[in-house]
């Protein structure tokens, strides 16, 4: 049976964590979780690297690009003894009943329905974030893993990064006073995506099986790898891709789940190409309780706030806490630093290591899957409010959008015949 964890002794490593883990259930063969990885591009390798790193065996390989399944299926092979399962297709890998866990990291538009499909299957889940392409898949996933009884971790990672567990419990320790506005943002400068070709899909490459839920479209030249992210079809925008780290922190931090009131202001600026999603956004977000959180995202100028590419501030009565790259701090009321704290190294494995021991010990993960729709839910709120040039008024109890026809209807989306998550 689950239950909700409320507190958690974080350790200050992953290879501590490993040790502590196989320490506690004798043979670590015994006790060895074995996933299979959809997705094998950049963010899936780095998501090989780390299951191997926490001990899971890495059972099978699924991707519809054969070239990036054999390099997966290589690192493998100079890492573990057993040889993994390689498949294009995730469902055949489901099949397997001696698989415990599916890692998705394929694209946006796969990331619930392979999420949802993996819990039918029993399996645990490690999904990517944002976990759905749309509001509604975040509840579908929600009800699947409840469903089912499964773990499901959501890839916000900073949830187990210890130091900014520290400063998301110094804010909560009401260190910096009573907080009811936090800043996050993101910056990068992102090349144009140029104009795309109709051309045929490299031979190596599955075009039909990559869409898969995604009703059929031509294959161009600037989607795959990583473009597709900024069209509406297969991703979410940068507020999706990235934003939803901060909105996660700030959300967690201040005890916040669904919004009431969602403002969003943007557009595309600064490149005449195929980019569908804004290159410039500023969303606000009201809650209950007079509380606010803000979300700035500049995709053509590396500039943030406080001088960092990414961040999140805390706001109180007379101090601040920013979390940025490089550790967090604490500034009086004249912005004076008062105290300074160092970051660690960013890597994935200890969030790992946490879902590899929720599933042996029965308990929700740090990054559930609800609280991985709560944030999601924020991306998709700021999309749907941009693209539809309104403010959105929302359910405090459900994030559900009211009084707006409009902005309800991309709630969902259409799919490919047979598809649609249920």
Known sequence: MHHILTRRTLLTSAAAAVAGT????????AER?????MGLGSRGSTLVDAFLAAGAEVAGLCDVDENAAGRAADVVAKRQEVKPRVDRDIRRLLDDA????????????WHAPATILACSAGKHVYVEKPCSHTPEEGELAVA?????????QHGTQRRSWPWVCAAVKAVQDGTIGPVHLARSWYTNRRPSIGRGERIEPPSTLDWTLWQGPAPERPFASNVVPYHWHWRWHWGNGELGNNGVHGLDVAR?????????????????WYHDDDQETPDTLSVAYEF??????????????????????????????EASLVIDTEG????????????EHAGSKKDDVVHVVDFLDAIRDGRQPVADIAEGHASALLCHLGTIAHRTDRVLHTRPE???????????????????????PA
């Open 22 to 29: 196989a320490a506690a259930n004798g043979s670590p063969a």
């Open 33 to 37: 979780i074995r996933v299979a990885i």
């Open 98 to 109: 001696s698989i415990d866990a599916v890692v998705v990291a394929a694209p946006n538009h």
């Open 144 to 152: 699947a893993a409840r469903k089912h009884g499964v773990v499901v």
């Open 252 to 268: 967690w931090a201040l005890g916040l789940t669904f919004p009431t009131r969602v403002v969003s202001a943007g557009g595309r």
């Open 288 to 317: 209950p309780g007079g509380k606010q959180i803000t979300w700035e995202g500049q995709s053509c100028s590396p500039l943030g706030n406080q001088g960092s590419t990414f961040g999140v501030s805390f706001h109180g009565p």
């Open 328 to 339: 967090w701090r604490v500034l009086d009321g004249k912005n004076v630093i008062v105290s």
């Open 398 to 420: 459900d994030g559900h959008i009211v009084g707006n026809d409009d902005a309800v209807a991309l709630w969902t989306k259409e799919y490919r015949p047979g598809w649609r």
